[in-house]
Protein backbone atom coordinates (compact mmCIF):
# COMPACT_ATOMS: atom_id res chain seq x y z
CA UNK A 1 0.00 0.00 0.00
CA UNK A 2 1.46 3.68 -0.67
CA UNK A 3 2.40 5.84 1.88
CA UNK A 4 -0.07 8.42 0.94
CA UNK A 5 -3.24 9.36 -0.39
CA UNK A 6 -3.81 11.15 -3.36
CA UNK A 7 -7.18 12.19 -4.72
CA UNK A 8 -9.07 12.54 -6.91
CA UNK A 9 -7.79 9.57 -9.05
CA UNK A 10 -8.69 11.54 -12.03
CA UNK A 11 -9.55 15.15 -12.96
CA UNK A 12 -11.07 15.96 -16.08
CA UNK A 13 -11.11 19.67 -16.23
CA UNK A 14 -11.74 22.53 -18.82
CA UNK A 15 -8.28 24.69 -20.30
CA UNK A 16 -8.66 27.79 -18.07
CA UNK A 17 -9.78 26.63 -14.93
CA UNK A 18 -8.76 25.85 -11.45
CA UNK A 19 -7.70 22.48 -10.34
CA UNK A 20 -6.50 21.54 -6.91
CA UNK A 21 -4.76 17.99 -6.41
CA UNK A 22 -4.74 16.37 -2.67
CA UNK A 23 -2.03 14.44 -1.12
CA UNK A 24 -2.90 12.68 2.26
CA UNK A 25 0.32 10.83 4.11
CA UNK A 26 -0.39 8.06 6.34
CA UNK A 27 1.97 8.98 9.03
CA UNK A 28 3.99 12.06 9.76
CA UNK A 29 7.03 12.91 7.38
CA UNK A 30 9.36 15.75 6.69
CA UNK A 31 9.57 16.05 3.16
CA UNK A 32 6.93 16.30 0.52
CA UNK A 33 7.12 16.55 -3.49
CA UNK A 34 5.45 16.39 -6.34
CA UNK A 35 5.93 15.02 -9.55
CA UNK A 36 4.30 14.97 -12.85
CA UNK A 37 4.41 12.38 -15.63
CA UNK A 38 3.57 12.77 -18.99
CA UNK A 39 1.81 10.09 -20.68
CA UNK A 40 4.37 7.28 -21.88
CA UNK A 41 7.52 9.93 -20.58
CA UNK A 42 9.49 9.36 -17.74
CA UNK A 43 8.86 11.21 -14.08
CA UNK A 44 9.73 14.59 -13.67
CA UNK A 45 10.32 16.99 -10.35
CA UNK A 46 7.89 19.71 -9.37
CA UNK A 47 8.95 20.69 -5.94
CA UNK A 48 10.16 20.26 -3.34
CA UNK A 49 8.56 21.34 0.68
CA UNK A 50 9.67 21.33 3.75
CA UNK A 51 8.85 22.71 6.91
CA UNK A 52 5.76 24.76 5.37
CA UNK A 53 7.92 26.05 2.80
CA UNK A 54 9.31 25.36 -1.02
CA UNK A 55 13.02 24.13 -0.64
CA UNK A 56 13.25 23.87 -4.77
CA UNK A 57 10.96 24.14 -7.47
CA UNK A 58 11.57 23.14 -11.92
CA UNK A 59 11.04 25.49 -14.35
CA UNK A 60 7.98 23.61 -15.07
CA UNK A 61 6.90 24.45 -11.88
CA UNK A 62 6.05 28.46 -12.65
CA UNK A 63 3.80 31.40 -11.13
CA UNK A 64 0.46 28.93 -12.45
CA UNK A 65 1.53 26.31 -9.61
CA UNK A 66 1.02 26.37 -5.61
CA UNK A 67 1.93 24.25 -3.21
CA UNK A 68 0.73 24.57 0.44
CA UNK A 69 -0.18 22.27 3.88
CA UNK A 70 -3.12 23.93 4.96
CA UNK A 71 -3.77 21.90 8.28
CA UNK A 72 -0.63 20.08 8.93
CA UNK A 73 -2.00 16.93 7.18
CA UNK A 74 -3.01 17.60 3.66
CA UNK A 75 -0.16 18.69 0.99
CA UNK A 76 -2.11 20.01 -1.62
CA UNK A 77 -0.59 21.24 -5.56
CA UNK A 78 -3.12 23.84 -7.03
CA UNK A 79 -2.82 24.60 -10.91
CA UNK A 80 -4.26 28.37 -10.88
CA UNK A 81 -5.20 28.54 -14.97
CA UNK A 82 -5.16 24.88 -16.69
CA UNK A 83 -3.05 24.25 -19.73
CA UNK A 84 -3.88 21.79 -22.51
CA UNK A 85 -0.31 20.51 -21.81
CA UNK A 86 -0.69 20.09 -18.25
CA UNK A 87 -2.17 17.04 -18.51
CA UNK A 88 -0.54 14.43 -17.03
CA UNK A 89 0.02 12.20 -13.98
CA UNK A 90 0.87 13.96 -10.75
CA UNK A 91 2.54 11.85 -8.22
CA UNK A 92 3.18 12.98 -4.31
CA UNK A 93 6.09 11.63 -2.61
CA UNK A 94 7.14 11.76 1.16
CA UNK A 95 10.34 11.27 2.37
CA UNK A 96 11.50 10.81 6.59
CA UNK A 97 15.02 12.41 5.85
CA UNK A 98 17.21 13.34 3.35
CA UNK A 99 19.12 10.68 1.08
CA UNK A 100 16.08 8.49 2.11
CA UNK A 101 14.18 6.80 -0.68
CA UNK A 102 10.58 8.50 -1.41
CA UNK A 103 7.70 6.95 -1.84
CA UNK A 104 4.76 7.68 -3.76
CA UNK A 105 1.21 7.79 -4.15
CA UNK A 106 -0.75 6.43 -6.60
CA UNK A 107 -1.25 9.80 -9.04
CA UNK A 108 -4.24 11.82 -9.93
CA UNK A 109 -4.66 11.79 -13.68
CA UNK A 110 -5.52 15.25 -14.78
CA UNK A 111 -6.88 15.39 -18.27
CA UNK A 112 -7.33 18.91 -19.51
CA UNK A 113 -10.03 19.55 -22.35
CA UNK B 1 24.65 18.89 -16.42
CA UNK B 2 21.57 16.14 -15.16
CA UNK B 3 20.52 13.46 -16.65
CA UNK B 4 19.79 9.74 -16.43
CA UNK B 5 19.16 7.58 -19.33
CA UNK B 6 18.22 3.69 -19.80
CA UNK B 7 19.80 1.95 -23.31
CA UNK B 8 16.87 -0.04 -23.41
CA UNK B 9 13.32 0.40 -23.72
CA UNK B 10 11.64 -2.75 -23.72
CA UNK B 11 13.23 -5.74 -22.57
CA UNK B 12 11.55 -9.13 -22.75
CA UNK B 13 11.84 -12.43 -20.85
CA UNK B 14 10.59 -15.83 -20.29
CA UNK B 15 9.38 -16.94 -17.05
CA UNK B 16 12.00 -17.90 -14.88
CA UNK B 17 14.65 -16.27 -16.78
CA UNK B 18 17.59 -13.42 -14.80
CA UNK B 19 16.53 -9.84 -16.13
CA UNK B 20 19.22 -7.52 -16.22
CA UNK B 21 18.42 -3.59 -16.99
CA UNK B 22 20.77 -1.01 -17.19
CA UNK B 23 21.00 2.72 -16.86
CA UNK B 24 23.37 5.72 -17.35
CA UNK B 25 23.77 9.02 -15.72
CA UNK B 26 25.93 11.77 -15.70
CA UNK B 27 25.98 13.25 -12.82
CA UNK B 28 29.71 12.06 -10.98
CA UNK B 29 28.88 14.25 -7.92
CA UNK B 30 25.72 12.04 -7.43
CA UNK B 31 26.08 9.68 -4.43
CA UNK B 32 22.51 7.77 -4.04
CA UNK B 33 20.43 5.99 -6.92
CA UNK B 34 17.03 4.19 -6.45
CA UNK B 35 15.60 1.54 -8.63
CA UNK B 36 11.60 2.09 -8.94
CA UNK B 37 8.93 -0.37 -10.41
CA UNK B 38 5.94 1.19 -12.08
CA UNK B 39 2.99 -0.86 -12.55
CA UNK B 40 -0.04 0.13 -15.02
CA UNK B 41 -1.88 2.92 -13.15
CA UNK B 42 0.46 3.03 -10.24
CA UNK B 43 2.29 5.28 -9.07
CA UNK B 44 6.46 4.23 -8.97
CA UNK B 45 7.16 2.12 -6.00
CA UNK B 46 10.30 1.92 -4.54
CA UNK B 47 12.51 -1.94 -4.78
CA UNK B 48 16.09 -1.05 -4.23
CA UNK B 49 18.36 1.78 -3.41
CA UNK B 50 22.37 1.76 -3.26
CA UNK B 51 24.71 4.74 -2.21
CA UNK B 52 28.12 5.35 -4.17
CA UNK B 53 30.25 4.17 -1.29
CA UNK B 54 29.14 0.37 -2.42
CA UNK B 55 29.15 -1.24 -5.87
CA UNK B 56 26.38 -4.07 -4.90
CA UNK B 57 23.78 -4.57 -2.83
CA UNK B 58 21.28 -7.39 -2.59
CA UNK B 59 17.65 -7.59 -1.92
CA UNK B 60 15.34 -10.59 -2.29
CA UNK B 61 15.69 -11.41 -5.84
CA UNK B 62 16.74 -8.50 -6.38
CA UNK B 63 20.65 -7.44 -7.00
CA UNK B 64 21.66 -3.37 -7.95
CA UNK B 65 24.70 -3.34 -9.55
CA UNK B 66 26.97 0.72 -9.30
CA UNK B 67 30.00 1.41 -11.62
CA UNK B 68 31.32 5.23 -10.13
CA UNK B 69 34.14 4.18 -12.91
CA UNK B 70 31.50 4.70 -15.88
CA UNK B 71 28.57 5.97 -14.26
CA UNK B 72 26.43 3.13 -14.84
CA UNK B 73 23.51 0.96 -12.67
CA UNK B 74 22.01 -1.92 -13.23
CA UNK B 75 19.47 -4.00 -11.77
CA UNK B 76 19.25 -7.78 -11.78
CA UNK B 77 16.25 -9.27 -11.37
CA UNK B 78 16.62 -13.53 -10.48
CA UNK B 79 14.27 -15.90 -11.75
CA UNK B 80 11.57 -13.31 -13.10
CA UNK B 81 7.98 -13.99 -12.74
CA UNK B 82 4.93 -12.51 -14.53
CA UNK B 83 4.21 -10.30 -11.80
CA UNK B 84 7.50 -8.59 -12.40
CA UNK B 85 6.35 -7.03 -15.41
CA UNK B 86 6.40 -3.15 -14.99
CA UNK B 87 8.34 -0.32 -16.10
CA UNK B 88 11.58 0.04 -14.06
CA UNK B 89 13.11 3.29 -13.42
CA UNK B 90 16.17 4.08 -12.17
CA UNK B 91 16.36 7.35 -10.41
CA UNK B 92 19.52 9.82 -9.32
CA UNK B 93 19.35 11.08 -6.27
CA UNK B 94 20.33 15.16 -6.37
CA UNK B 95 21.16 16.96 -3.55
CA UNK B 96 21.83 20.37 -2.39
CA UNK B 97 21.46 22.22 0.91
CA UNK B 98 18.27 21.39 2.83
CA UNK B 99 16.53 19.71 -0.23
CA UNK B 100 16.65 16.72 -2.69
CA UNK B 101 14.91 15.52 -5.80
CA UNK B 102 15.07 12.61 -8.26
CA UNK B 103 15.56 12.76 -11.87
CA UNK B 104 14.49 9.78 -13.36
CA UNK B 105 15.74 7.84 -16.34
CA UNK B 106 13.33 7.26 -19.17
CA UNK B 107 12.29 3.91 -17.76
CA UNK B 108 12.62 -0.19 -19.46
CA UNK B 109 9.41 -2.22 -20.10
CA UNK B 110 9.86 -5.68 -18.79
CA UNK B 111 7.69 -8.16 -20.17
CA UNK B 112 7.45 -11.27 -18.61
CA UNK B 113 6.16 -13.97 -20.83
CA UNK B 114 4.60 -17.36 -18.89
Known amino acids: EPEVTQTPSHQVTQMGQEVILRCVPI?????FYWYRQILGQKVEFLVS????????KSEIFDDQFSVERPDGSNFTLKIRSTKLEDSAMYFC???????????FGDGTRLSIL | GESVGLHLPTLSVQEGDNSIINCAYS??????FIWYKQESGKGPQFIID?????DKRQGQRVTVLLNKTVKHLSLQIAATQPGDSAVYFC?????????????FGTGTRLLVSP
Open chain 1, 93 to 103: AIADRINQPQH
Open chain 1, 49 to 56: FYNNEISE
Open chain 1, 27 to 31: SNHLY
Open chain 2, 50 to 54: IRSNM
Open chain 2, 27 to 32: NSASDY
Open chain 2, 91 to 103: AENIMNTGFQKLV
